[in-house]
């Protein structure tokens, strides 16, 4: 029976991406009623948004899908190393299809607001469609990266032409051919989306403010023989990918960075460069801790850029030098630095030249006026609580979260915070989340909440809380661990940079993937030290 129509369930979850559909099956699977609320009209979160053009994951497909039911892994199979945005999709709607879950999700419904009632420690959960329901346990599977970020730019409202966000993108895509196109922004989603859209535009003007480090995807179709092998071999490639630092099996060379030949030293360079992507940021542990590391993968990677680009005056200004390698995520390309030999593409440096307004048929910066037909907008997100923040929660005494992380987000363990008990959050701040594989990171964190929900109802309790002194540990122990790495020089949206006004933390566990789900489990073991276990008076 579908529970759309329950007003009082065990679990509201609130997203219905990848982490908030394990969610359900989770905890349906443990015999709870859950109620699954989804602003979208459909399944898939990230990737039912982000349609732009060359929208692919950057952590391989075959590591980037779930891996709590082997019956899932066989019977799907990826076609490329890096899969586009619409497989993804296809796989979520598989799976959602599968495990019968659109049943209980009550989707183009956004949660407004979740109060607590301190005497029941039962939650009231509000949506947009002013509905209201009520439950014991509430899970944000909101996402890190659902809160789309558009600057304030002066004008921009004035503008005549077309106006894209990478995003939100029409569903029935884009042509750009034979129109003048601006892309603002040369982050993850501008670095894809550029060298597609440069072969449609008539002209392409690219805005960019901080140059990015991308390295190729070396993205192509698998073998079959590379299928059969994942396939035969998955529980191995999973167990290293548990154990890693970033959610995927691959490890980093054994040797740190200075100790290594020149010889040995350049021969990793190259296999990473050749895995392509993100994952060159940890060719070697000390990579992301060392400075000099850090210097050698940089100059490695500014060789290989230099040979791509014909114009050296471009290379100046497409290659970063305001911080370290990996201090933001590395972009994972296509072709990202070839598209500015290209004669229909204009590169502009906001840096030197600001845009200062738009107008109804164009920008305008410092220097210049830019007539353009269409514009998008690839400026990133209100990383991992802007969407938090559009939720009134009301936890004890009528405390708002929001007003408790006006100085930056507090929790422990990235699960919950303290004055909000039975509130968890999934992949939410104070975790690695964005910093791992995020579909085994979503896993593993709702494995923990239902674990924490079964241990409460062997021990007749109602519901769990961390303590005040656990959240405050917990992130003094973030901060600490974040300020020995070179992560908090960088101003990027892991520190809140990317919104004007937004306090300055770096807002994950920097810890490694494995390390942390170590410090969870054992958490756990011990009766869930740091938190308190309540029963109604
Ligand atoms: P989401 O997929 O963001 O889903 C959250 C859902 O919650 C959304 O559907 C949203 O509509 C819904 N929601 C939010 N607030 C409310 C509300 N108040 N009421 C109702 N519904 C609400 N990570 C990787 O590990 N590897 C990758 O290769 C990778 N590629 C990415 C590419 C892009 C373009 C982007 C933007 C992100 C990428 N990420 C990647 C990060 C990605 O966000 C995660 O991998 C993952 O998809 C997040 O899943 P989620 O379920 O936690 O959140
Ligand atoms: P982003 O990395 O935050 O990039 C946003 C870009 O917009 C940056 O270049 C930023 O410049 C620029 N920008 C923002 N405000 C601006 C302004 N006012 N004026 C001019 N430029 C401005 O966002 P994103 O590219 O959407 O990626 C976000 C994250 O999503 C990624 O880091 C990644 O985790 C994930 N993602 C992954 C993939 C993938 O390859 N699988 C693809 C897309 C996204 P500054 O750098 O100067 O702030």
Known sequence: MS???KTSVDVVVVGAGFAG?????????????????EGAPDVGGTWYYNRYPGARCDVESVDYCYSFSDELQQEWTWTEKYATQSEILAYINWVADKLDLRRDITFNTRV?????????????VSTDTDETVEARFVVMATGPLSAAMTPDFKGLDTFGGEVYHTAHWPHEGVDFTGKRVAVIGTGSSGVQSIPIIAEQAEHLYVFQRTPNYS?????????????????ANYAERRRMSWRSGGGSPHVAHPKLTMEATPEERRAAFEKRWELGGVLFSKTFTDQMVSLEANEEARKFY??????????????????????PIGTKRICTDSNYFQTFNRPNVTLISVKKTPIESIDATGIATSEAHFEIDALVLATGFDAMTGTLAKIDIVGRGGRRLVDDWVDGPRTYLGLGTDGFPNLFLVSGPGAPAVLANMVLHAEAHVNWIADAI?????????????TTEAVDNWIAECAQRAEATLFTRANSWYMGANVPGKP????????GFGTYLDICSEVAAAGYKGFDLLKVP
């Open 3 to 5: 529970s759309e129509s």
């Open 21 to 37: 559909l394990y969610a359900l099956h989770k905890f349906r699977s443990q015999g709870l009623s859950v109620r699954v609320f």
């Open 112 to 124: 407004t607001g979740a109060v607590l009632d301190e005497q029941r420690l039962r939650w009231t």
């Open 215 to 231: 390295v190729p995807a070396g993205n192509r179709p698998l073998t079959a023989e590379e299928i059969a092998d994942t396939k």
């Open 302 to 323: 500014e060789e290989k850029i230099r040979s791509v680009i014909d114009d050296p005056e471009l290379a100046e200004l497409l290659i970063p030098n305001d911080h």
């Open 454 to 466: 079964e241990y409460l109802d062997d021990g007749g309790y109602d519901a769990i809380e961390p």
């Open 504 to 511: 300055r933390q770096f807002m994950l566990f920097i810890g």
